[in-house]
């Protein structure tokens, strides 16, 4: 049943008041250190390191990290540790799950940085000592893990050796050690913070129960390795079947080449025999060759003589062609080389033939382009000289009218400037009224905006008291009471052992209803809470609240407890002052499963209340502090303690106020507020009518600006044309005489082409 607030504390060592933004924990933040107390026996033995121990943490340190400036370094001992206090617990153990790579928080990390800070470190030392130390070659015996958190950009983390030099700065590094030792702070069983716990104290599904089992003992883990090594050991498997298929191919390939090797050698030995049979064949065509020659070699004898006569007669023959064949053939090479090399000139000369003429073509198109230019410049350099003696004739006669007009002009324009003057100056003093007005008016329609939302709460609120009034158990919501029927109507029908109390709000009575605020900031949510004996009326209640609130929708939290239990004695620990009661005293608790419920998880019998803020600070910061007291609440719900102090945020209470004075108060209240918005419609009214009346008289005045700005700008715009018409002239007669001078240029440029196109040309023609 019990549950706590806080994974661990850290106690404060200075008594100065701290104030600051909270944490994502609730801590406050301040500049100030914090120092940790380890609980082992022997205290000078606390930073020994015992051989072999590798992956403790031995100290930790914070800067700008959360609602704190500097914290630490934190040192930590070999075994067991426990931090207590008021503030940095749950700094300390998000830095730890932060600094070494958790996700498990579902925070941002810019989160993590002190507000109005860029950046933030945390800084993590690990014992690297004995037989299973990470490359202690590397690192020594310690390593320092470093993270700087920015706000503009990703985190990034550094590895530092024991005498703190950079090792290495990636992240695969930091994972391999905390591999390597065994640290896994996403999980639970390791590190379980306070949202985790709460969430663990609910859960009542077994299968939410069985995957947080999984997920502590890594078998989640091990089954998604697993999983992944099957798929690796599936892709294999397939590709040694495409392998096995591939080395079938390649084996009845082998065996066709085998095949045809053995055919290539059977078919060589064939025509080895061949080739003996062949040789044999035609020994024996000789041999008859022969024998029939022998008989034909007497008649041959016969012949030689006349064929040796011949075949010498022949030889000289022979001997005389071929010196014609070998002179006949001397001079076809030297032909066919000279036809060669005039074949080469031949094609160079045709191709710079082709080129000529074209070049030739395209010279004489620039030379005639060029005269028709010159002609056509000619031409528009005559007509410019022309109009440039026409318009220094008109010129003088042109400068005495303008004067004449200018001056009649000029005393009209400041006529109009003197009244246009008077009219601004009393539209600028409208002006300045109505902006105050206008503000006076923005101030007053927010004011009433205001007072009319406050208002409208308030109504709503006395609506809902004057309801709770005739049934009170809708203060608590607008289901609780038909949940309560249903309770009652299954406790008779025997479906519970023990009937369930609740909500918690209805089972505690107010001894002084000054404090109702206090105690309803002191109690916070579980004034909704019910209390059941067991689980199975756990299970039954829970079924009945299924049928009031929708999946999805938030519902009261049940507390399973025993109800046969004996009231907690707290005699010596609970807060003892003479004045003032503690909130166990302030509250009647019939139920002692409620009181014990509030004592175990609000601790209220630590808690004072004092109805004054001063009062209450000066108990707080006396010499005589109270004993055992974690902290004061005033009448209006603020928090004090020791070093510090936290505002309520509410100004009346919700569920534990008295109905006939909320009533009462709330009905005064209205009764102000509409008064109120009475008197601001009135005075709203009244300003409205002025700004009505002094913008109708500055709309006037517009117009009449406006008809004298035209006015003005048209004999300006008068007197300009004026300027303009003959300062026009002397412009235009200069820029028609730079035009000349441009066109005289381009004459002699153009003049210069000619002579060289026509350069050109005659050269062509002779190469032609």
């Known amino acids: 049943m019990a549950q706590r607030n806080e994974d661990f504390a850290v106690p404060s060592t200075s008594g100065e008041a701290r104030r600051g933004r909270p944490g994502p924990e609730g801590d406050l933040s301040e500049d100030t250190e914090l120092v940790l107390f380890q609980n082992v026996a022997h205290e000078s033995n606390i930073f020994q390191s015992i051989p072999g121990e590798v992956g403790i943490i031995e100290s930790i340190e914070l800067e700008n990290f959360m609602g704190y400036s500097k914290l630490g370094p934190v040192r930590f001992g070999s075994h067991v540790n426990f931090v207590v206090g008021h503030d940095g617990k749950s700094a300390l153990l998000a830095a730890l799950i932060v600094g070494l790579g958790g996700k498990s928080l579902g925070l941002s990390f810019r989160q993590f940085v002190k507000e109005g800070k860029t950046s933030a470190n945390i800084s993590i030392t690990l014992r690297n000592i004995g037989e299973n130390a990470f490359k202690s070659e590397v690192f020594g015996d310690s390593i320092t893990v470093q993270q700087c958190i920015c706000v503009d950009r990703n985190p990034s983390h550094q590895l530092k050796d024991q005498a703190g030099k950079l090792v290495v700065s990636e992240g695969d590094e930091l994972k391999a050690i905390l591999d390597h030792f065994k640290i896994r702070v996403d999980n639970p069983l390791a590190i379980l913070h306070q949202e985790l716990g709460w969430q663990l104290l609910q859960i009542i599904d077994d299968g939410e129960r069985y995957r947080l089992f999984l997920e502590t003992t890594e078998l989640e883990r091990m089954r998604e390795e697993y999983s992944e090594i099957l798929e690796k050991k599936a892709r294999n498997q397939q ?214 939302e406050m208002l409208h709460e308030e109504q709503n609120q006395l609506r809902h008291w004057k309801d709770c009034k005739s049934e009170p158990m809708k203060r608590f919501g607008p289901q609780i009471s038909a949940l309560v029927e249903a309770v009652d109507d299954a406790h008779r029908q025997g479906h519970f052992t023990h009937k369930p109390l609740g909500p918690l709000g209805a089972c505690i009575r107010l001894r002084d209803p000054e404090f109702a605020l206090a105690i309803e900031c002191c109690l916070r949510g579980l004034l909704l809470h019910f209390f059941c004996d067991n689980h199975n009326d756990e299970l039954i209640l829970q079924g009945l609240m299924k049928n009031f609130f929708p999946s999805g929708s938030p519902g009261p939290q049940i507390i399973v407890s025993a109800f046969d239990c004996e009231l907690y004695d707290v005699t010596g620990r609970a807060a003892d002052h003479p004045e003032f009661p503690t909130v166990l005293k302030a509250l009647e608790i019939p139920e002692a499963v409620v009181a014990n419920t509030l004592i175990d998880m609000k601790g209220i019998q630590s808690v004072l209340l004092v109805k004054s803020n001063s009062v209450a600070h000066a108990v707080m910061q006396g010499e005589a502090f109270p004993k055992n007291c974690q902290k004061i609440l005033t009448a209006c719900g603020d928090e004090v303690f020791e070093g510090c102090y936290s505002p309520c945020e509410k100004s009346r209470p919700t569920y534990l106020g008295d109905m006939d004075i909320e009533i009462n108060n709330l009905e005064k209240e209205v009764e102000n507020k509409t008064a109120q918005l009475s008197a601001f419609q009135q005075h709203i009214n009244l300003l409205e009518n002025d700004l009505k009346k002094n913008r109708e008289t500055i709309d006037s005045h517009y117009k009449n600006i406006r008809e004298m700005t035209v006015k003005r700008i048209d004999i300006t715009s008068e007197m300009k044309d004026l300027d303009n018409k003959n300062e026009n002239q002397p412009k235009e007669m200069s820029v028609l005489e730079s035009e000349a001078q441009e066109i005289k240029e381009n004459v002699n440029e153009i003049e210069k082409r000619i002579r060289t196109r026509k350069e050109e040309l005659e050269n062509l023609r002779e190469v032609r």
């Open 239 to 452: 590709r040694i079947e495409e392998g096995k298929e591939q080395l079938e191919k390649l084996n009845c390939e082998i065996t066709l080449v085998e095949s045809r090797y053995h055919n290539l050698i059977s078919m060589k030995d064939e025509v080895e025999n061949l080739k003996r049979e062949m040789a044999w064949a035609i020994v024996n065509e000789t041999e008859r060759d022969i024998n029939e020659k022998i008989r034909n070699i007497s008649v041959g004898e016969q012949h030689i003589i006349v064929l040796r006569q011949e075949l010498e007669l022949s030889k000289s023959r022979l001997s005389e062609a071929e010196k014609r064949l070998k002179a006949t053939l001397k001079n076809i090479e030297k032909l066919n080389e000279d036809h060669t090399a005039l074949q080469q000139e031949y094609t160079e000369a045709k191709e710079n033939a082709k080129k000529i003429d074209m070049a030739y073509t395209q010279v004489k198109s620039l030379y005639n382009s060029s005269q028709n230019e010159l002609n056509k410049l000619e031409k528009v350099a005559r007509q410019l000289h022309d109009k440039i003696d026409n318009m220094k004739t008109s010129l003088e006669l042109a400068e005495l009218e303008k004067q004449k007009n200018i001056s009649s002009l000029r005393e009209r324009l400041k006529t109009i400037r003197a009244q246009e003057c008077s009219l601004v100056q009393d539209t600028k003093l409208i002006h300045r009224t109505v902006e105050k007005d206008d503000e006076e008016h923005f101030r007053l329609k927010r004011e009433e905006s205001h007072v009319q």
